[in-house]
């Protein structure tokens, strides 16, 4: 360094107390890290007798100044206006007027207990229900299809009795001209009975269903 | 000073605490704590204070009546009771803490359903009623706060500290004086310590401009800019403080 005597501050000019105090508040931000780049700048600026460097400031930052600004005064909203109102009501919180609090106390005391609902019961419940519901209409449409089907048996019985093969003597069934064998056959004719009447109560089911 | 940051003042009513900065470890070595004198009164202190005073005596049989009509289902005792201490809940707890009146309205008239729910259930400590409606009112304000996303000073995690110490001033019979002093105390010494985090001009604008409410063109002349200059110190003043609050200070009870 003592090669290069251009940055030794050699006949430096004395600084006034107000640039001292400003350059340690610099010193200070920049130790600390609290302090944004632009403020930085902005105080570097007063240092050199700017006005706060006004072209280290944005318009987008000088907008949203303005506009925190105006809702400090009560015109609009602003996220850091919500801040500062909380901080002015931490430091010096207000009383609350009598009139607001006679009726936040009688809004309370007038108000009907709550009733609370038990939603898991009230869920249960309905799922009861609505198997009972099924349960009894499913008991009602058997019910239903069961007497539809009697009905309609009623409806057919005269016909189904018309129709209807009578029971009748085996006789028919036999060659009278031949003579039973008094020993033996019977397989025979026994089987031819029961093939013929097996044959009329087949025609007999199938009249009253209604098939035929 | 102890293991956990507290230091030994016997019968001193004074505890000193300790904020720890968020960026206590920036740049690799220890920023110094905060410490800050609070003013603590013992149990015994308070018990023989309260002993002492006739007064007080009297005030908290007649206010022992009134809690046992209230719990009886009397409602005009109970609207008696929220009548005197509602307003000393609204100012010391809740709008300091809400940090907006239309929330700390809110937080009040919550506070009142609950108490008309839950009176029957309020025991009789011999301390009166405002350190247990003190309780509540906090629990009703921690839900708000974690339930509404505002800018504020104070988060959840505050208020949960904060319901723990009312809880134990609740056993140890701390009075309604007291419990409001240490409720103040407490607000004052979190806007402090976020003021402290920041720039000295950016602190300086916030107290003159938000919190002395001067006009603008004053705390301009005072900071030395202009008055458009000073709306941007102040955006930048708030935005800093917000990020400071972002991590906060851990306050370490101390105490004998």
Redesign the interface.
Known sequence: MKNRPELELVDAPQPSKKQLAVAT?VV??MV?????R??NEALLALVLGD??A?AA?LDE??A???A??LA?AGQGTH??A???????????????DEL??ER??R???H?K??RRVYWPLVSGMVALAAGVLLFLGSATLERTKREEAALSLQRLAPLVAATRIAPRSTEALFDRALAFELRGGESERVERIVASRASDYRANRFTRWGVK | MNSQGRVATPGSSLRLVAEVPK?AN??GRARPSILRLVHSPSTSEVASARALDPVRIAELAAERELAERAKAGD?RA??EL??KY??IL???VL???????AM??DA??DT??R???KFVHFEWRGCGVYPWLRVVAMRIALDMLRSRK?????EPDDLVRAIDMAERDLDDGLDVRLCEERD?EA??A??DS?LA??????SLA?RL???E?KS?EEVAATLG??V??L??????A?????K?LGGDAVEEEVSP
């Open positions: 508040e200070r931000a600390g890290g609290t302090i944004d632009l403020d006005d706060v006004e400031i930052e000088r949203e100044a303005d925190l600004s400090l996220e850091l919500e801040l500062a109102f909380a901080l002015r009501h931490a430091a010096l919180p207000r009383e609350l607001t609090h936040l106390l809004g309370a005391l108000r207990p709550e | 960026d920036v740049y409602r109970l609207a929220l009548r509602g307003p609204y100012r010391s709008l300091p803490r809400l940090g907006s009146e700390a309205q009040l008239a009142y359903v108490v008309v729910e505002r800018e504020r000073l104070f103040l607000s004052k979190k806007l976020g985090a920041i720039n000295s001009r950016y916030i401009r938000v919190l409410e603008r800019v202009t458009s200059t709306d941007v110190v102040l955006h930048r708030l935005k800093a403080l917000k400071a």
